[in-house]
């Protein structure tokens, strides 16, 4: 049996972690292959296999949504989720009393005073993609003495280091025994982080999902470009192309009224995640009726999101177009309740039989405030995308 319960507010990263010894005891394996975990903010998204990395990440603030599935010894399922400034957390067991004694437990953490709030820090923290692109470790020296260089030559600090292959992975805490586990051949994933104990700047480079990230912690805009040029200039000898396993990536339908904000979800799902976007717009409507082509779409489409905006006036406010009312109960008919996702702009009016629907919401002409959960959405359905 399942229970799933709303909490308003995020909670820290302490807390995440009372959470899962609670369910798993003391016996728990924190990196164990069977945990995901995913992050995502307005910019990108991440896909974990390490659940320390994963709480040294969201540790920073930047994450505005996040997915944790993971599975006790007793085959205890647990899900953590945070979206739109709600944290879900579903429970399954086959003990009715196993699954109130854990929530009992949670609703305690969520009561001391552990709802997140994000330190202020005058350094601002910058991070740049390399989708498919890995590079060879004289390159990745090379930036490492230009962070040397902008923290004045002093004693830097490796706070951070993983390297994981096919079967094995090491942890470690020196510089040179990291670039003597560098096999750029064979590496599938790493993460390593850099620090200034002084100046207290960080610099991270990590491989996940086959994308290489480089983020700088600094008060200086300049020394993020300084870094990001040398992995932005280099030659091809200097890096190498990652090959994708092949797989079939979802297609995302988007309903729309007249308004124009849908074009700005596309854009980002296209131009920043390579997501497959289908719409009223780009099918063949020659000779076909609009129920056909939905029709078309539904059965083509893997996720629906649904844009609702303030367009039609009525005697108590702004309700949506219908046609795209229309979509969203012919969506959820065809894929489900968690695969049509609804995108509501502040102020439209929805029917009651709405109510208790998964439900993003956004102000006015601000649609990107949706893209974070949009992304940690299709990665908790799909995976890595």
């Not at 009561?111 to 470790?137: C, G």
């Not at 993020?224 to 990536?249: P, V």
């Not at 719409?279 to 779409?297: F, K, Q, V």
Request: charged letters at 30%; glycine letters at 6%.
């Amino acid at each position: 049996m399942r229970k799933r319960k709303q909490y308003s507010g995020s909670i820290n990263a302490n807390a995440i972690i009372r959470i899962m010894e609670l369910i798993h005891g003391d016996g728990w394996d924190r990196n164990k292959s069977s945990n995901q975990l995913w992050l995502a903010n307005s910019e990108e998204s991440w896909s974990v296999e390490d659940f320390d990395v994963f709480i040294e990440k969201y540790s920073t603030g930047l994450y505005s949504s996040y997915t944790i599935e993971t599975e006790n010894s007793a085959r205890e399922r647990i899900g953590i989720e945070l979206i739109s400034g709600e944290t879900n957390i579903s429970i399954f067991s086959n003990s009715a009393l196993v699954i109130e004694n854990h929530f009992n437990k949670i609703d305690n953490i969520f009561t001391e005073n552990i709802i997140m709030k994000p330190e202020a820090s005058s350094k601002t923290v910058k991070q740049y993609y390399f989708r498919e692109e890995k590079f060879h470790w004289a390159l990745i020296q090379k930036a490492i003495d230009c962070f040397k260089h902008i923290c004045e030559n002093r004693y830097i600090k490796v706070t951070l280091a993983k390297i994981t292959f096919e079967n094995e992975s090491f942890s470690v805490d020196d510089l040179e025994l990291f670039a003597e586990k560098y096999d750029l051949n064979k590496i599938k994933t790493y993460y390593i982080t850099l620090r200034d104990p002084i100046s207290l700047k960080e610099f991270s480079l990590s491989l996940y999902s086959d994308t290489t990230t480089i983020e700088l912690k600094s008060e200086a805009d300049v020394d993020f470009a300084r870094i990001a040029n040398i992995f932005k200039n280099c030659s091809e000898s200097e890096k190498c192309q990652i090959m994708r396993k092949g797989s079939t990536k979802p297609k995302i339908f988007i309903g729309h009224g007249r308004n124009s904000q849908w074009e700005k979800l596309k854009s980002h799902l296209q131009d920043k995640h390579a997501v497959d976007v289908i719409a009223y717009e780009t099918g063949n409507r020659a000779g076909h009726t609009i129920r056909d082509i939905l029709e078309n779409m539904s059965s083509e489409a893997s996720m629906a999101l649904l844009v609702l905006t303030g367009e039609d006036k009525t005697v108590e406010g702004l309700r949506a177009r219908q046609n795209v009312v229309h979509e969203c109960g012919l969506f959820q008919g065809k894929l489900g309740f968690d695969r049509a996702i609804l995108l509501v702009e502040n102020g439209v009016e929805l029917a009651s039989n709405f109510d208790g629907i998964q439900q993003l919401r956004f102000k006015k002409s601000r649609i990107s405030e949706t893209f974070g959960d949009v992304i940690a959405t299709l990665r908790r359905e799909f995976g890595p995308i």
